[in-house]
């Protein structure tokens, strides 16, 4: 079957660094994805990583280890508007596309 | 550059009455279109996805049915509501095996 966990919730201060930890099983992998969602919006791409291996991209890295199907997504310098759910979803190849499996997202919290 | 659209942007519906939301894509061909619905406090949920005209995949049993009478058209459509299909419907499109572009979403609650 697939599971895909994160924690439902996280609070960190403004300026501070964050780790949002994704685990999964699933029963194909062709890469992971992290999005981020403010409340009543659609989700937006932060980033994809599909070898072993940090991805840095500004202010946010994905970090992948395949052989223990565990990502985690870092944000530094954190600001206010970086408050948001962060999805993780694996995609599972399915006939000339991707079907993404996404977990129940984390809310982060920035205070100041 | 390539665009998404789905409307309408909210709806509220009673139970038993039939449901259409229409996405349709802009500046791309042959796009890959997906259903998701999200309900409150709950991850995306895969509903439907289209690798073309005509194919359609159903991921997930329900009184919900979608249809692509159109390359870059996707509709999402129901006979009769239930009250647990309330939620927030998002479009996606993405191209092969690439990221998925989402629209603005469509929030549907049933009475």
């Known amino acids: 079957g697939q599971n895909i966990d994160q924690p439902t919730e996280m609070t960190a201060t403004e300026g501070a660094i964050v780790q949002i930890n994704c685990t999964y099983q699933?029963?194909?992998?062709?890469?992971l994805f992290w999005y981020q969602q403010h409340a009543g919006e659609a989700p937006t791409f932060l980033s994809y990583?599909?070898?072993?291996g940090l991805e840095e991209k500004g202010r946010f890295s994905s970090f992948l280890s395949r052989s223990k199907g565990y990502s985690y997504l870092l944000l530094k310098e954190l600001q206010m508007k970086d408050s948001a759910s962060y999805l993780c979803a694996v995609a599972d190849y399915g006939g000339a596309t991707n079907k993404l499996i996404f977990g129940t997202g984390t809310l982060l919290a920035v205070q100041p | 550059s390539q665009t998404i659209h789905q409307w309408p942007a909210t709806l509220v519906q009673p139970v038993g009455s039939p449901l259409s939301l229409e996405c349709t894509v802009e500046g791309t061909s042959n796009p890959n279109l997906y259903w998701y619905r999200q309900a409150a406090g709950r991850g995306l949920q895969l509903l439907f996805y289209?690798?073309?005209?005509?194919?359609i995949s159903s991921e997930v049993p329900q009184n919900l049915s979608a249809s692509r009478p159109q390359d870059r058209q996707f509709i999402l459509s129901s006979k009769k509501l239930l009250l647990s299909d309330s939620g927030f419907y998002l479009c996606?499109?993405?191209?092969?095996?690439?990221?998925?572009?989402f629209g603005e979403g469509s929030r549907l609650t049933v009475l």
């Open positions: 699933t029963s194909g992998f062709n890469g």
């Open positions: 996606a499109w993405s191209r092969g095996l690439g990221e998925l572009f």
């Open positions: 289209s690798v073309g005209i005509g194919q």
């Open positions: 990583n599909v070898l072993d």
